[in-house]
């Protein structure tokens, strides 16, 4: 039998299970608080019975007991080793887990926690009276999905997005030459600094730099520091005044006034080549400026177009997810925020830093750091909620031949045989979050296929 969702928001609902030993089970569903559900399931005296005798022989087959092989020992002989209460513990382990399990099967019932298990009676010769409560997945009523009109701005491609793109390349190119003698420090220079400074007049730690490379106008240092330097000239002995910012990552300089002498050791400009021809060679592999500017526009009129896709695709998915309804349940977004974070710390080990330092550096701690995640995370959860119930209400199901080309392409990305990606996603029970992934890229494309034109 299949019991509503909406069955259990104000009421219970009674009906009955067969377990696969053929035993009636009867249930009462109740709805709760903040999506959850709470099962009281009865499972006969003969399910627990046999329950008992299957737990029996699990323990006879692991515990030592003198005399007798392992397995061997009578049940009686098991029960005085044991106690017969653990016997029992054990075959409610094995009873109410089974028997849980095909009340959601038979139910239809989706949940998105591991249940919390309470016994209320469990006593040999006597009915098994257990209660589960977990929280359900919760249901999504959609609203329109197909025939979206989205629309979005193309980047237009001219001439002043040619010559940006050309002077960047003239940037790269440039050469590095020193600065004529008298020169004065100007915006963009590239100079060395010696430095050292001072709060209430004494030296504090870190203020110190020699043969500092700095380039005026990156804003590397507090801010106002490089535009006091400008018009310094090499070996000048020059006072930079500023103030700590509030939020600066030291604590005993937060807000403080401060004193730079810096004295400028050496000052470097870029010299550009000139854009013509012989630019063109050496730049790239064409002849002349007009092919290179040619191609240049053809890669971003290509970006533009590929931009404008995506921003399209990213529009219908919104849509379709804002125009439905559906409560989140905080517990699946709070699992949504484990992951991210669980990503970001695999991210930052492949560069070698440790999410507790990044943490540090970046002036935060775990419970912050959840807190920015919290909107885009429940955000996601609803996306995923929503595709979900699309591929239902359309039918869309997931091909094998699907599963297999997205098998090839993990493959290949990872520099190993589709056989071989095939078994470890075997082996670590991954074939489900394999299927969804596909089923939700093809729901996708089903709403952006059928995007109003």
């Given at each position: 039998?299949?019991?509503?969702?909406?069955?259990?928001?104000?009421?219970?609902?009674?009906?009955?299970?067969?377990?696969?030993?053929?035993?009636?089970?009867?249930?009462?569903?109740?709805?709760?608080?903040?999506?959850?559900?709470?099962?009281?399931?009865?499972?006969?005296?003969?399910?627990?019975?046999?329950?008992?005798?299957?737990?029996?022989?699990?323990?006879?087959?692991?515990?030592?007991?003198?005399?007798?092989?392992?397995?061997?020992?009578?049940?009686?002989?098991?029960?005085?080793?044991?106690?017969?209460?653990?016997?029992?513990?054990?075959?409610?382990?094995?009873?109410?887990?089974?028997?849980?399990?095909?009340?959601?099967?038979?139910?239809?019932?989706?949940?998105?926690?591991?249940?919390?298990?309470?016994?209320?009676?469990?006593?040999?010769?006597?009915?098994?009276?257990?209660?589960?409560?977990?929280?359900?997945?919760?249901?999504?009523?959609?609203?329109?999905?197909?025939?979206?009109?989205?629309?979005?701005?193309?980047?237009?491609?001219?001439?002043?997005?040619?010559?940006?793109?050309?002077?960047?390349?003239?940037?790269?190119?440039?050469?590095?030459?020193?600065?004529?003698?008298?020169?004065?420090?100007?915006?963009?220079?590239?100079?060395?600094?010696?430095?050292?400074?001072?709060?209430?007049?004494?030296?504090?730690?870190?203020?110190?730099?020699?043969?500092?490379p700095l380039q005026i106008g990156s804003n590397s240092f507090i801010p106002g520091f490089e535009d006091q330097l400008i018009g310094a000239k090499i070996g000048e002995e020059k006072d930079v005044n500023v103030t700590f910012p509030e939020e600066y990552h030291a604590e005993e300089l937060k807000g403080k006034p401060a004193v730079f002498k810096c004295t400028v050791k050496s000052i470097k400009r870029k010299?550009?080549?000139?854009?013509?021809?012989?630019?063109?060679?050496?730049?790239?592999?064409?002849?002349?400026?007009?092919?290179?500017?040619?191609?240049?526009?053809?890669?971003?009129?290509?970006?533009?177009?590929?931009?404008?896709?995506?921003?399209?695709?990213?529009?219908?998915?919104?849509?379709?997810?804002?125009?439905?309804?559906?409560?989140?349940?905080?517990?699946?977004?709070?699992?949504?925020?484990?992951?991210?974070?669980?990503?970001?710390?695999?991210?930052?080990?492949?560069?070698?830093?440790?999410?507790?330092?990044?943490?540090?550096?970046?002036?935060?701690?775990?419970?912050?750091?959840?807190?920015?995640?919290?909107?885009?995370?429940?955000?996601?959860?609803?996306?995923?909620?929503?595709?979900?119930?699309?591929?239902?209400?359309?039918?869309?199901?997931?091909?094998?031949?699907?599963?297999?080309?997205?098998?090839?392409?993990?493959?290949?990305?990872?520099?190993?045989?589709?056989?071989?990606?095939?078994?470890?996603?075997?082996?670590?029970?991954?074939?489900?979050?394999?299927?969804?992934?596909?089923?939700?890229?093809?729901?996708?494309?089903?709403?952006?296929?059928?995007?109003?034109?």
């Open positions: 039998m299949e019991v509503n969702v909406k069955d259990l928001e104000n009421s219970q609902v009674e009906f009955e299970v067969t377990v696969p030993s053929t035993a009636k089970v009867s249930v009462v569903a109740r709805g709760l608080e903040d999506s959850k559900v709470e099962f009281e399931i009865t499972v006969p005296a003969a399910e627990l019975d046999k329950a008992y005798e299957a737990a029996y022989k699990k323990v006879a087959s692991k515990v030592n007991i003198p005399g007798f092989r392992k397995g061997k020992a009578p049940k009686m002989i098991v029960e005085r080793h044991v106690g017969k209460e653990y016997l029992l513990d054990e075959a409610v382990e094995i009873a109410a887990p089974s028997a849980f399990s095909e009340v959601l099967k038979e139910s239809k019932i989706d949940i998105v926690t591991r249940p919390e298990f309470e016994i209320v009676t469990k006593e040999l010769g006597k009915d098994l009276v257990f209660k589960a409560t977990a929280t359900k997945k919760p249901e999504v009523q959609l609203g329109e999905y197909k025939g979206l009109k989205v629309e979005v701005q193309k980047d237009v491609v001219d001439d002043e997005a040619v010559q940006l793109q050309l002077t960047r390349m003239l940037d790269r190119q440039a050469d590095m030459v020193e600065a004529e003698e008298g020169s004065e420090v100007a915006k963009d220079d590239f100079i060395t600094l010696d430095f050292k400074g001072f709060v209430d007049g004494e030296a504090f730690a870190g203020g110190e730099g020699k043969d500092y010299v550009l080549p000139a854009l013509d021809d012989e630019f063109a060679k050496k730049a790239s592999t064409f002849q002349t400026l007009d092919e290179l500017k040619a191609d240049i526009r053809s890669n971003l009129e290509k970006t533009a177009e590929s931009k404008a896709e995506s921003e399209k695709r990213e529009e219908a998915i919104k849509q379709a997810t804002e125009n439905a309804t559906v409560e989140v349940p905080e517990v699946m977004v709070e699992h949504r925020i484990n992951i991210m974070i669980q990503e970001l710390a695999m991210r930052l080990e492949q560069q070698g830093m440790k999410l507790e330092m990044y943490l540090q550096y970046a002036g935060t701690d775990i419970n912050k750091l959840r807190e920015t995640y919290r909107d885009t995370a429940a955000a996601n959860v609803k996306t995923d909620l929503v595709l979900e119930a699309v591929a239902k209400a359309e039918g869309i199901k997931v091909e094998t031949e699907e599963l297999d080309a997205e098998v090839e392409a993990m493959a290949k990305a990872y520099g190993a045989t589709a056989a071989e990606v095939k078994k470890i996603i075997t082996q670590q029970g991954r074939t489900p979050d394999l299927i969804e992934t596909v089923l939700k890229r093809k729901t996708a494309q089903f709403i952006i296929d059928n995007i109003a034109e």
